[in-house]
């Protein structure tokens, strides 16, 4: 199926042609960390994990939403979701690829990421969250494209792929679930060190997730003329503003017990990202946003004639998903490291090299979707005329 990459009008090549750039220049600068080290970043001995784990934790909530999809379709037989299924599984497997690639430049030296398998240590929660990781990528790459051919072929997807669907379903909150293990499970960070953060990603995956599928559903049909369909679109929002819903309660949850029970180390790392602490306010503007964002976008989500109109729609899931990132991708990591539990004050910043190689995993990531999603809608429009042209034989031939 990949020769039906290769037909786009000039548009879509110098799109290809963009990220191609974008890409060299990211693997570009990422020779140089190779050769000089993660000192090219901003990390420090007080802030271990940045821009780049980050990124990999927001990314893995993107890749969970699929199952906000495969759910509802397979087990429930919800036929609005028929056209958009294979759209999100090939969201997922484009945002679990960059996952792997920004924990592989995080690592300094590539070669120590196979040490994770060659070495395995059961009890590590890396070693469970490399696993869960590439196994996800596994099984929507598998049932993605087989059910994408089937139907190219107008033939029924292969029966070994229905229980290979079933178990993506468990997997999809498997891999946000272990995810949240990493940072939860580590003693003497008190902004992590709760109980509610594997539900709060799951609740700000399903909100972040189908909000960029409303995206990519709106900018698909304005390029492309493919029609996801209204109910498809309307149902996709209602899940949109449950998560987002339960992820700002999950998040006042997290307020209500930290400045009740007063505990500096609950409290300070709050403290510093919303209001600045000891005169270091490097996060408040950003974390402000975030809350802006989010707030906004929940309260437009719940009015039904959002829903409705796709553009309205389309600025609150734009607003919903950068809010998120920030809270995920800036907020989240830094804001466990800063105040250190020695209470020393180390802020963090991205480098300009740090966000070029990180903006070259983005393109990598962008092109996989590019592709697949080439792909997927041509296969659609192959299915659509197949079936005009039956039609019009069918009634010609007056049956």
């Not at 505990?263 to 802006?292: A, C, N």
């Not at 996989?368 to 809608?377: D, S």
Request: with cysteine; net charge positive; glycine share 10%.
């Amino acid at each position: 199926m990949l020769e039906l990459a290769l037909r786009g009008n000039r548009r879509y090549w110098n799109w290809i042609a963009f990220l191609v750039i974008v890409i060299g220049v990211g693997a570009g600068v990422f020779s140089r960390q190779l050769e000089f080290g993660l000192g090219i970043t901003g990390l420090s001995r007080d802030v271990s994990w940045g821009f780049y784990v980050a990124q990999l934790t927001f990314l893995v909530g993107v890749a969970a939403s699929a199952v906000m999809l495969v759910l509802p379709y397979y087990l429930h037989d919800y036929k609005a979701f028929a056209k958009i299924t294979i759209l999100g599984e090939f969201v997922a497997v484009s945002a679990i690829c960059m996952c792997l690639l920004f924990l592989f430049v995080d690592l300094g030296q590539p070669a120590r990421a196979l040490n994770i398998f060659l070495y395995p240590t059961p009890n590590s929660i890396i070693f469970w969250d490399g696993i869960v990781l590439i196994g996800y990528l596994t099984l929507n790459l598998i049932v993605g494209w087989n059910v994408l051919e089937a139907e190219r072929n107008a033939v029924r997807p292969p029966a070994w792929a229905k229980p290979l669907i079933y178990l993506s379903i468990p997997w999809a909150f498997a891999i946000h679930t272990v995810t949240a293990f990493l940072y939860c499970g580590l003693p003497g960070r008190g902004f992590w060190l709760t109980a509610i953060l594997a539900p709060r990603f799951l609740a700000s995956a399903f909100a972040s997730g189908p909000a960029l599928l409303i995206l990519l559903c709106l900018l698909l049909k304005k390029a492309t003329g493919f029609d996801a369909g209204k109910k498809a679109i309307e149902s996709l929002a209602v899940i949109v503003m449950y998560g987002m819903l339960a992820n700002l309660f999950f998040l006042a949850c997290e307020v209500f017990v930290a400045f009740y029970s007063g505990i500096p180390e609950h409290t300070s790392h709050f403290i510093y990202l919303y209001q600045g602490l000891d005169g270091k306010q490097g996060l408040v503007f950003w974390m402000r946003m975030s809350l802006v964002l989010m707030g906004t976008s929940g309260v437009l989500l719940v009015i039904p004639s959002v829903k409705r109109n796709h553009v309205l729609l389309g600025i609150a899931c734009l607003m919903l998903f950068f809010g998120t990132w920030i809270d995920k991708g800036l907020g989240l990591v830094s804001g466990g490291f800063i105040p250190s539990p020695l209470h020393r004050i180390t802020e963090y910043a991205p480098t300009l090299p740090e966000l070029m190689i990180s903006t070259g995993v983005y393109a990598i990531g962008l092109l996989c979707l590019t592709i697949l999603l080439k792909m997927a809608v041509n296969v659609k429009k192959e299915a659509g005329e197949q079936v005009a042209v039956s039609g019009g034989f069918s009634r010609s031939h007056g049956h």
